[in-house]
């Protein structure tokens, strides 16, 4: 078994997007190959409505897929395909695009106005691009919970894990994709000197000690496994991984194909209305 090593950490930038939301992008608009099979990931917590109600108003996808993964406040959507729906708290959606869908998604915050979530882009192949739009809505009781021993938590929502696998499926990049948390909290509360203060989630050895606080992206190379160690504070971060794709990336706004032509014939698509394909279903 080989340790992954970090190759790059880097920390979210402030960065408004849709109709005026506020909120951090770790990666994304950059170079496309940074992260492949991923192109994209925001991190959309914030404790102001003011920063994030006006929301992500209708707008169209091609050629990518977009997991939302909610941990506080309520997501309201709804998309060409005639779909409407909230998520909730610790709920997922994953949206494969494919050949095209408009949605909007406007959040809206909990009791105490926190709006908490992450938004990541996976590409799609080009044998996928021009695939059928699916969504996967999946309830946060779905999400298979491993609680470990010493307290450590894992939401397994793609990818298997301990022995859990996701409900997520059928996804291009055959990702894994993880919430973990270790909180100090939940040891024994009358004894918090007695808490665990390394906890080895994979494997042996201490790998990205020190690299992480909050909002910092983390890049393995590739290898078997990572390691993480908490402090005294606990620590929660989300695992994801996929397998390249390595493709040419041809990029604009929310339509990612393979090639320029691609890229024209989706805004002329979208420019004449035929952005929508009629579905066999
Ligand atoms: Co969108």
């Known amino acids: 078994m080989s340790l992954r090593p970090a190759i790059s950490t880097g920390t979210a930038t402030p960065t408004i997007e849709g109709a005026g939301v506020h909120l951090h992008r770790a990666f994304g608009f950059q170079d496309p190959k940074a992260h492949d099979p991923f192109l994209l990931f925001d991190d959309f917590r914030n404790d102001n409505p003011e920063a994030y109600y006006r929301g992500f108003p209708w707008h169209p996808h091609r050629g990518i897929e977009t997991i939302t993964y909610v941990l506080n406040g309520t997501v309201d959507h709804s998309d060409s395909l005639g779909n409407t729906g909230s998520l909730k708290a610790g709920d997922v959606q994953w949206m494969t695009a494919g050949s095209g869908i408009m949605h909007q998604e406007m959040p809206s915050g909990n009791s105490m106005g926190q709006m908490h979530g992450f938004q990541l882009w996976a590409n ?158």
Not at 146 to 170: A, C, K
Not at 199 to 219: A, M, P, Y
Not at 223 to 233: C, F, L, N, Q, T
């Open 124 to 281: 799609l192949p080009g044998s996928l691009k021009m695939t059928s739009p699916r969504y996967q809505d999946v309830g946060a009781k779905e999400i298979p919970e491993i609680i470990d021993d010493d307290g450590t938590r894992v939401r397994v929502i793609t990818g298997s894990f301990w022995g859990q696998t996701g409900p997520v499926d059928g996804i291009a990049a055959d990702p894994l994709y993880l919430d973990i948390s270790y909180l100090a909290k939940f040891a024994d509360a009358s004894d918090p000197q007695g808490v665990l203060l390394e906890k080895e989630v994979l494997g042996q050895e201490l790998n990205i000690r020190d690299l992480s606080g909050n909002r910092t992206l983390v890049r393995f190379g590739t290898g078997d496994e990572i390691v993480v160690r908490a402090g005294p504070e606990g620590m929660r971060f989300l695992l994801v991984a996929g397998s390249p794709i390595r493709e040419p990336v041809a990029w604009h706004g929310p339509i990612v194909m393979n090639t320029q032509e691609e890229l024209h014939q989706a805004f002329t698509d979208l420019r004449n209305n035929q952005f929508i394909k009629p579905q066999d279903h």
